[in-house]
């Protein structure tokens, strides 16, 4: 069987990001749908510690920013560990594709809702998440990983008894949130 293979840009505690590539079974699935999924995806299932991983090819871990801190071949990162991540969304899908999803959105009626999410504290750090979503937020929320679009991140810290502000760069406007990060979120009008 052929696999492909996506970039991904995975945090997962404040400050700790991975860089790398995941295997995909096609090139039309979506990460969000991949991570989803009971059983992820694995090119070799057999190289598997965890049931509940993914495995990130040609690996970065970066510190604050895009400081490389340790490079590995290959890194298993459970996704139970995941805040957030994001991926080539652009570049996925195919024009039959996304026509499709513009018909069931329209047979649904899904409308975008706009929303913000606000992450637990954790280490004197939490995330300010921006974003529009699709559908029923209550039916998603039984999901792993719900997607946002539109997205924008802002890294709130506590340093020397100060709170600043940071943003954090996305490569596209395409996020994916773990449903356990959620502290809170509201919806606009």
Same mark, same amino acid.
């Given at each position: 069987?052929?696999?492909?293979?996506?970039?991904?840009?995975?945090?997962?505690?404040?400050?700790?990001?991975?860089?790398?590539?995941?295997?995909?079974?096609?090139?039309?699935?979506?990460?969000?749908?991949?991570?989803?999924?009971?059983?992820?995806?694995?090119?070799?299932?057999?190289?598997?510690?965890?049931?509940?991983?993914?495995l990130?090819?040609?690996?970065?871990?970066?510190?604050?920013?895009?400081? @490389?801190? %340790?490079?590995? #071949? *290959?890194?298993?990162? !459970?996704?139970?560990?995941?805040?957030?991540? /994001?991926?080539?969304?652009? $570049?996925?899908?195919?024009?039959?594709e996304?026509?499709?999803?513009?018909?069931?959105?329209?047979?649904?009626?899904?409308?975008?809702?706009?929303?913000?999410?606000?992450?637990?504290?954790?280490?004197?750090?939490?995330?300010?998440?921006?974003g529009?979503?699709?559908?029923?937020?209550?039916?998603?929320?039984?999901?792993?990983?719900?997607?946002?679009?539109?997205?924008?991140?802002?890294? @709130?810290? %506590?340093?020397? #008894? *100060?709170?600043?502000? !940071?943003?954090v760069?996305?490569?596209?406007? /395409?996020?994916?949130?773990? $449903?356990?990060?959620?502290?809170?979120?509201?919806?606009?009008?």
């Amino acid at each position: 069987m052929e696999t492909f293979r996506r970039p991904i840009v995975v945090t997962t505690t404040f400050g700790k990001t991975y860089y790398g590539d995941i295997d995909v079974p096609t090139e039309s699935i979506r990460t969000t749908d991949l991570l989803n999924s009971n059983s992820i995806f694995w090119n070799d299932p057999n190289e598997k510690c965890f049931d509940n991983a993914i495995l990130i090819h040609d690996a970065k871990l970066a510190l604050e920013e895009k400081a @490389i801190y %340790k490079k590995f #071949n *290959k890194i298993q990162l !459970k996704s139970s560990e995941i805040i957030f991540f /994001f991926d080539n969304y652009e $570049t996925i899908g195919d024009k039959q594709e996304k026509a499709r999803a513009v018909v069931m959105r329209n047979k649904a009626q899904e409308k975008m809702k706009p929303v913000t999410i606000i992450t637990p504290l954790i280490a004197n750090s939490f995330y300010d998440i921006k974003g529009k979503f699709y559908g029923l937020f209550k039916k998603k929320s039984q999901d792993k990983f719900i997607p946002l679009f539109d997205a924008s991140v802002t890294e @709130i810290k %506590k340093v020397d #008894n *100060k709170w600043s502000q !940071k943003r954090v760069h996305l490569a596209h406007t /395409f996020l994916g949130i773990s $449903t356990q990060y959620i502290e809170a979120l509201s919806f606009e009008d």
